[in-house]
């Protein structure tokens, strides 16, 4: 299985500060023959299911604003929230498919300071 | 608007099955797979398995003895049975469109609005 984590757990950000999520997996997710990276990103809020931020790393799903932004590359991942706002406390998500096992990151919890 | 509902048993006692349907409808059954994802209460995601218009499976290798997905193209539905569920097999279980190219290798979205499945005795 690939493994994905994700640091921190939890984090708490002001409003209108930057929060950054980081993802690693345990081998690249990145396929050379296509030039493409299998990851995608999820933003899940209390009582709902989870939401697609992100595919193929860094194309960013139908209606997902651009304050939400990714970076990197190979075994290492970003997701950056540039400014927060009160609607993005959320768990978050990444996911890899380089495998046809799917696995998640455990999720890192987003909280207002 | 719903894109895709799921419905089934919501408490089990142990040792018995689990049974679960979800109904597409985003007008796009035929070219896609279609999958179960869990989520155990305060935890996080497994991807449990994923079925394509022809029937075609991509289990979970840790679920595989357990799990059969189905599907009935005449009603644009999938089905996922998990047998022998025990307390560890709590969980809001959700269904979703592996959105890939059609084939494996995906993403999933829309997601189900989930259903909590409890196995108590």
């Known amino acids: 299985d690939i493994v994905m984590t994700q640091s921190p757990d939890s984090l708490a950000v002001s409003l209108g500060e930057r929060a950054t999520i980081n993802c690693k997996s345990s081998q690249s997710v990145y396929f050379s023959s296509n030039d493409k990276t299998y990851l995608a990103w999820y933003q899940q809020k209390a009582g709902q299911p989870p939401k697609l931020l992100f595919y193929w790393a860094s194309t960013r799903a139908s209606g997902i604003p651009d304050r939400f932004s990714v970076s990197g590359s190979g075994t290492d991942f970003t997701l950056t929230i540039s400014s927060l706002q009160a609607e993005d406390v959320a768990v978050y998500y990444c996911q890899q498919y380089y495998s046809t096992h799917y696995t998640f990151g455990q999720g890192t919890r987003l909280e207002i300071k | 608007q719903v894109q895709l509902q799921q419905w089934g048993a919501g408490l089990l006692k142990p040792s018995e099955t689990l049974s679960l349907t979800c109904g597409d409808y985003t007008g796009s059954f035929t070219g896609y797979y279609w999958s179960w994802i869990r989520q155990p209460p305060g935890k996080g995601l497994e991807w449990i398995g994923e079925i394509n218009y022809s029937g075609s499976t991509n289990y979970n290798p840790s679920l595989k003895s357990r799990v059969t997905i189905s599907v009935d193209t005449s009603k644009n539905q999938f089905s996922l049975k998990l047998t022998s569920m025990t307390a560890a097999d709590t969980a809001v279980y959700y269904c979703?469109?592996?959105?890939?190219?059609?084939?494996?290798?995906?993403?999933?979205?829309?997601w189900g609005q989930g259903d909590l499945v409890t196995v108590s005795s």
């Open positions: 979703a469109k592996s959105s890939g190219s059609g084939g494996l290798y995906n993403w999933f979205d829309p």
